[in-house]
């Protein structure tokens, strides 16, 4: 195996939850007066805490991104959640990797009890040892997340590995020397695997067993 311990990313790695996201993302910019663009504009927000690209992408101060963050999150906490799906593939590999002795975690800028729902209602919460998403705004940076999942883990950054769909996922690795392996479900902007630093990217789910369960 190449690596025992094994962090995945949540949104658009495991799972496609673009369309929850972009519906109520939309309604809720449109319903306060913001150009909510293409969905393909749109897909800069899977990834990153909420906060953070509310005042990235429209430059919101923080009480406006704020109030918008709260409208989104009571509107997909509501609805949005309920429309996702696993990635094709993902299932397949989870049990193959426990099968062969992974211990893994998932590590997500989403909030802890969104993840759980989720992963519970597609049966898939018993493939992991830990689940860290982010317990509140204020602790929802990658780099944290990653070291919670590798305290669980009881993980040393060589024996560890990362996969993620964003620069985020990359680059929150990287603070702890885990390497990290570029999930491209469609929503990273070209390049920004290689300029963040990714060891490798991968397409499928069947691309990405080649890699963990060599030796």
């Not at 805490?49 to 997909?76: N, T, V």
């Not at 729902?117 to 982010?134: T, V």
């Not at 993620?164 to 695997?193: H, Q, T």
Request: proline share 4%.
């Amino acid at each position: 195996m190449y690596k025992r311990n094994i962090l995945f990313d949540f949104d658009g790695t495991l799972f496609d939850t673009s369309p929850g996201i972009l519906r109520c993302l939309r309604a809720i910019l449109e319903k306060n007066g913001y150009d909510a663009h293409t969905d393909r504009w749109l897909h800069r927000f899977i990834g990153p805490p909420m906060l953070e690209a509310l005042r990235e992408f429209y430059e919101m101060d923080g009480q406006e991104a704020e109030r918008i963050k709260d409208e989104y999150r009571e509107l997909y906490t509501a609805e949005g959640v309920k429309e996702c799906a696993p990635m094709p593939g993902a299932r397949e590999c989870l049990q193959r990797l426990r099968a062969a002795g992974a211990k893994i975690a998932i590590a997500t800028s989403k909030p802890y009890y969104l993840t759980e729902e989720i992963l519970h209602r597609f049966a898939f919460y018993d493939y992991f040892d830990a689940i860290c998403g982010a317990e509140s705004d204020a602790h929802s940076g990658k780099a944290e997340i990653v070291r919670r999942a590798m305290e669980r883990l009881d993980a040393r950054a060589e024996d560890t590995v990362m996969i993620g769909d964003r620069k985020y996922d990359v680059l929150g690795a990287k603070a702890w020397g885990v390497p990290c392996i570029g999930y491209d479900s469609g929503f990273a902007e070209p390049g920004e695997f290689a300029r963040a630093g990714a060891i490798a990217v991968v397409k499928d789910f069947a691309a990405l067993e080649k890699i963990l369960l060599s030796e």
